[in-house]
Nanobody, 115 residues
Framework: QGQLAESGGGLVQPGGFLRLSCAAS????????MGWYRQAPGKQRELVAD???????NYADSVKGRFTISRDNAKNTVYLQMNSLKPEDTAVYYC?????????WGQGTQVTVSS
């Protein structure tokens, strides 16, 4: 609880961009994986992208070529750059971090793509 704090959500027009940030309360090297999930109304939470300490990344097919996950180890922060946003990207976006104790989740940040 309180380990992860997301920011950067908001309302954007189709074709626009946003950058989400996930600040961890401790070194992100303590997590074997970090990532972003999203949940749209009436749908299950789904993986958007994740990244390992070594920088290996994984993306959902629906966001490949549009979203980029990155990490700043000095700032203990993981980012999600979202470009060419579509209405179907509208969801609450959650930061996730995994370590030996299990998975930690942020509170979520709303992203709404609408004209």
């Amino acid at each position: 609880q309180g380990q992860l704090a997301e920011s950067g959500g908001g309302l954007v027009q189709p074709g626009g961009f946003l950058r989400l940030s996930c600040a961890a309360s401790r070194s992100i090297f303590s997590f074997y994986i970090m990532g972003w999930y999203r949940q749209a109304p009436g749908k299950q939470r789904e993986l958007v992208a994740d990244i390992t300490p070594g920088g290996s990344t994984n993306y959902a097919d629906s966001v490949k070529g549009r979203f980029t996950i990155s990490r700043d180890n000095a700032k203990n922060t993981v980012y999600l750059q979202m470009n060419s946003l579509k209405p179907e990207d509208t969801a609450v976006y959650y930061c996730m971090a995994g370590n030996i104790a299990g998975l930690a989740w942020g509170q979520g940040t709303q992203v709404t793509v609408s004209s």
